[in-house]
């Protein structure tokens, strides 16, 4: 079988289709001697880019459940007495297998932080507050946003926050945030 030359264009007929989305460029200087290219300047092409993403919620899917019956659902060691606000299905302090448990809908401000910039996701609603809300009898708190309150001058800690659910869950970490209370 003859060896085939690779700087050889296809037939006609075993083309693919010219494509007229994406970068469509024409006309890049091209030098005549090849050594000249190790000097040329980057190509940078801007691309939008998306994914189809299918990911398992696994052992923590009851908690979104609850998001979608408007409950916060935490974990507790029996053994330890310990709570997790942010679900965990094997006890830090003891690895022992936790029970769900209904979490209080109000809680307080432990610490909070107002972001000026923020995912794609998020970008849209920048600026907006994630606080750490922390329960009575919760050892651990709970990352969420507060909704309402302008500025972070209009937040306090251990100002009382009161949960809220998107009606139309997406059962996603976002179907739950806080408001004043
Ligand atoms: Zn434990």
């Not at 690779?6 to 006309?27: I, R, S, W, Y």
């Not at 919620?57 to 310990?82: E, I, M, V, W």
Request: include cysteine; charge should be positive; proline fraction near 8%.
């Amino acid at each position: 079988m003859a060896k085939k030359n690779p700087t050889k264009a296809p037939a006609a007929g075993l083309k693919v289709d010219e494509l007229m989305t994406g970068t469509t460029v024409f006309n890049i200087p091209f030098p005549q001697d090849l050594k000249t290219l190790k000097k040329m300047s980057p190509i940078v092409i801007k691309h939008p880019y998306s994914v189809e993403y299918v990911h398992s919620y696994g052992q923590d899917s009851p908690f979104f459940a609850g998001l979608s019956n408007r409950k916060l659902l935490g974990t507790k060691c029996g053994k330890c007495d310990y709570t997790y606000a942010t679900p965990r299905l094997a006890c830090a302090q003891c690895g022992r297998e936790t029970d769900w448990v209904e979490l209080p809908l109000v809680g307080r401000v432990h610490t909070f932080t107002t972001c000026y910039f923020g995912s794609e996701e998020f970008l849209k609603e920048t600026p907006f507050h994630l606080v750490l809300v922390e329960f009575d009898g919760v050892d651990t708190l709970l990352l969420s946003r507060l909704i309402g309150p302008d500025g972070p001058e209009d937040i306090r800690i251990g100002m009382k926050v009161a949960a809220k659910f998107r009606r139309n869950s997406q059962l996603k970490p976002t179907d739950v945030y806080f408001v004043p209370a």
